[in-house]
T-cell receptor, first 111, second 118 residues
Framework: RKEVEQDPGPFNVPEGATVAFNCTYS??????FFWYRQDCRKEPKLLMS???SGNEDGRFTAQLNRASQYISLLIRDSKLSDSATYLC????????????FGKGTHLIIQP | ETGVTQTPRHLVMGMTNKKSLKCEQH?????MYWYKQSAKKPLELMFV???????ENNSVPSRFSPECPNSSHLFLHLHTLQPEDSALYLC?????????????????FGAGSRLTVL
């Protein structure tokens, strides 16, 4: 089983719709979770951290399910500018660099 | 600008060339990283430096040679690369984990150096 798994998509979604995607992780000792956004030919940028209680930032909501070992990202009222690849990142906390990236989910918002 | 600057942004080199990628961060971070991003693959961690000491080398071929003269600068020296080494090379930095600082795990990436090996 891959350490961090994401559906690569692409998800084609009409503008204004709600879209959600998940990321599963295999290491039950994982401690920190993040969603990064990467625009075409640009660097990844932190979108939001994912807390155990779930968190919301405007139109974006992130959830963590430790029992089933997945995190989710929900985008409401999607905008054209939300088109990007969303990278799931999981940290085991061990050593300097227990950060593991998923391959990313490609989202295309259509007018 | 993210505070992590990479040069050059684009590089084309032959298999016999020697070139270097440079990364500089102005965020006061004390850990720096090189990642490789190839098409349809997750980011691959190559090298880690904490307090300018290399702490991780993820089985990277010796044709890639990192150098970290101080905690703000990181280089990746390239020598006799192969066409399959063509990729986006991303530098990142963060505060060393475990210091109890909020956001200590958050990586800040540079814009990347897109390398093409002919």
């Amino acid at each position: 089983r891959k350490e961090v798994e994401q559906d690569p998509g692409p998800f084609n979604v009409p503008e204004g719709a709600t879209v959600a995607f998940n990321c599963t992780y295999s290491n039950s000792a994982s401690q920190s979770f993040f969603w990064y956004r990467q625009d075409c030919r640009k660097e990844p940028k932190l979108l939001m951290s994912v807390y155990s209680s779930g968190n919301e930032d405007g139109r974006f909501t992130a959830q963590l399910n430790r029992a089933s070992q997945y995190i989710s990202l929900l985008i409401r009222d999607s905008k054209l500018s939300d088109s990007a690849t969303y990278l799931c990142v999981v940290s085991s906390g061990g050593g300097a660099d227990g950060l593991t990236f998923g391959k990313g989910t490609h989202l295309i918002i259509q007018p | 600008e993210t505070g992590v600057t990479q040069t050059p942004r684009h590089l084309v080199m032959g298999m016999t060339n020697k070139k270097s990628l440079k990364c500089e961060q102005h965020l006061g971070h004390n850990a720096m990283y090189w990642y490789k991003q190839s098409a349809k693959k997750p980011l691959e961690l190559m090298f880690v430096y904490n307090f300018k000491e290399q702490t991780e080398n993820n089985s990277v071929p010796s044709r890639f040679s990192p150098e970290c003269p101080n905690s703000s600068h990181l280089f990746l020296h390239l020598h006799t690369l192969q066409p399959e080494d063509s990729a986006l090379y991303l530098c990142a930095s963060r505060m060393k984990p475990g210091q109890g600082l909020a956001g200590a795990n958050v990586l800040t990436f540079g814009a990347g150096s897109r390398l093409t090996v002919l």
